[in-house]
């Protein structure tokens, strides 16, 4: 048993991977592997429409809203959003929660006034920056929802008159919360949704036919609607696994049956974290992350001793990020409440020899 | 049994399948899935690395070759090449071949000037256009070596002056050829290299030196070298599958083993179908592709029950592409002689009964 605590790729529901794993053999009693499926078959297509209504369901989107899986990545989604809605002569505001959400603003800039609102870079992005004010002829407001390295995680949006632009690539699918309200949703898959190698977007057909400038066919989301997310070959076993994980999802009763499940594994840890001296979280209270949580031992050679014992425990990922440093164990939808125990247990135990 | 045709995604071999269905479940003893490691972890890092290397070794590519793999598929590298490379003051050449060479140089002219120096489309791209003129001050003539809705080839290539770039995604590691003499290669996975959702790029690092723009940070062929594909999380499956497909193309003899085999295969097609007045070939002979196979028949009542005996003797993707019609049969290095052989063996059944 390996204990899969990496921030993305990262665990997977087990019932995926196994019909993941017979579908790369036969698909569906097709005697094809999802692998060799056309794309423009009925066989695939209906993977694709499955995929779209699903997350439509289980995010309750109203009916101006189109869902798509686009190839590359939320760091494409940074340039793309700008490129669609970002005039040369006009501004986008940007708030600075993280290193991701500062490359965002760093690709903006590129087509148009990138205006930073709030940062919280001054204190390493501990804490969620609050109470800023956007230009009211900003295109759009930019958020990170969950800022994966650093261990912070938005509980409150903010009430703006500009259209919301959130990156959800690390908290998607994990929390209720009224999607609806934003103009334009974008997550990488690698987490809550499914495996690398695809992004989902979620739009306003409003939003969206406000693009200001031409653009190559791969980046115009209105041809990606137009065409259902098959504009060119997707990444077809990639929206399959989406799919499979979406269909998890639902089992398991959806956003709200997994956000009373991410609620328990978040408190353990965090709980744990606060009752023993020797670990201690960086981030502020009421920014912490039920995603990722991060924290430092300040006893550099305690924390070796501590990696070292959960590497021989056979726990993978607790390592912090190259830039942050400390431990970040990430507790995405598909992590098992009883792993948490088995961590915290571990860290009661190393407690109480130290 | 069931014979895949399909031009792309399409057939791999079995031993990928195989493995791939094994990594999903457990990758390389490590208990966890393919789709769950790190991208930043060795057993990841050493999947990327050998695929880099696998390709330089199988391509017999020089000192000055870099190679990546992209998210996206080659209509991304429709628009990133001209990105890259076309000034808005420049020009850039166009070989019209095929709509796939058509839909690249549309997307060029977002950038600057997309000069068409030959077309077939005067006569449905079944030919490849030959003996044009390339403006010295090109930045770059583009071609597509397969056409693989239209099933003709390059078996040519120009002698130009300026950097040659090159759509190899239909023929690629299909037939020996001098790589080293192209700029830039591209080619999306999904026939020859592995599965849908990533693409191959092979370039001079001269000639990627040539930028002409600001680039986002996912668009910018420099920071991909530089970041050895990992700039972002990267397709991890899919280029795991690319892996496991350019390991199974050594074990056949390389390049030119399975070339060999090519010829054998479309021979047999080509033989056939000439043999036949039932059924006719649409494209020059000088011109055929061995890749995508592309005929008609005269007799439309003859060309349903044909198309309904394929489906019974579950033979799929050997309808035409939508834009040509009629039938087209793809032969790419993981189809077996022997498919081909029980397929042309119903060819000449079915042309003794009418």
């Known amino acids: 048993m390996v204990y899969n605590f990496n921030a993305g790729p990262s665990i997977l529901p087990k019932e995926v991977l196994d019909e993941a794993s017979r579908a790369i053999l036969d698909f569906n009693g097709t005697g094809l592997s999802i692998l060799e499926i056309g794309h423009r078959t009925p066989a695939f297509e209906s ?14 989107l109203g009916p101006d809203k189109e869902v798509m899986f686009l190839h590359g990545g939320a760091t494409t989604q940074f340039f793309q959003v700008p490129m669609n809605f970002l005039d040369v002569h006009g501004v986008a505001a940007y708030l600075d929660g993280g290193i991701w959400g500062s490359k ?49 995680q938005m509980w409150h949006f903010p009430d ?20 609806n309200r934003f103009s334009l949703i974008y997550a990488g898959a690698q987490k809550n949704i499914g495996a690398a190698g695809v992004c989902m977007v979620v739009a306003d057909k409003s939003f969206i036919s406000r693009r200001v400038r031409k653009l190559p066919a ?19 076993f990639a929206v399959y696994v ?8 639902k089992s398991k009763g959806g956003i709200k ?29 009421e920014d912490r992350s039920q995603m990722n949580v991060v924290f430092v031992m300040d006893d550099p050679e305690a924390a070796e001793e501590f990696l070292a014992l959960c590497d021989k425990e056979r726990m ?35 407690a109480g020899k130290h």
């Not at 204190?123 to 295109?139: C, E, H, L, M, N």
């Not at 791969?218 to 077809?236: A, C, F, Q, R, W």
């Open 257 to 285: 049956g997994i956000e009373d499940e991410n609620l328990r594994k978040s408190s353990l840890l965090y709980d744990t974290l606060d009752a023993l001296p020797q670990f201690r979280p960086t981030v502020a209270k």
């Open 160 to 179: 703006v008159d500009v259209p919301l632009v959130a990156d959800m690539s690390s908290d998607i699918l994990s929390r209720e919360m009224d999607f």
């Open 316 to 350: 993978v990922g607790v390592k912090g990020h190259r830039s942050v440093g400390g431990f970040r164990v990430s507790l995405y939808n598909a992590m098992p409440f009883e792993s948490v125990k088995v961590l915290t247990d571990l860290m009661r135990h190393f």
């Open 104 to 152: 965002a603003a760093k690709e903006a800039s590129l087509y148009g006034h990138a205006e930073v609102v709030a940062s919280s870079s001054d204190r390493q992005y501990t804490y969620i920056p609050k109470g800023f004010k956007v230009p009211s002829d900003a295109s759009y407001l930019h958020i990170t929802t969950n800022n994966t390295v650093e261990g912070t």
């Open 242 to 249: 989406c799919l499979l994980t979406l269909r998890w999802l």
């Open 47 to 60: 993977v694709m429409h499955e995929a779209i209504s699903l997350t439509k369901e289980l995010m309750q």
């Open 218 to 236: 791969m980046m115009d989301y209105g041809k990606h609607i137009e065409n259902g997310s098959m504009l060119n070959t997707p990444p077809v």
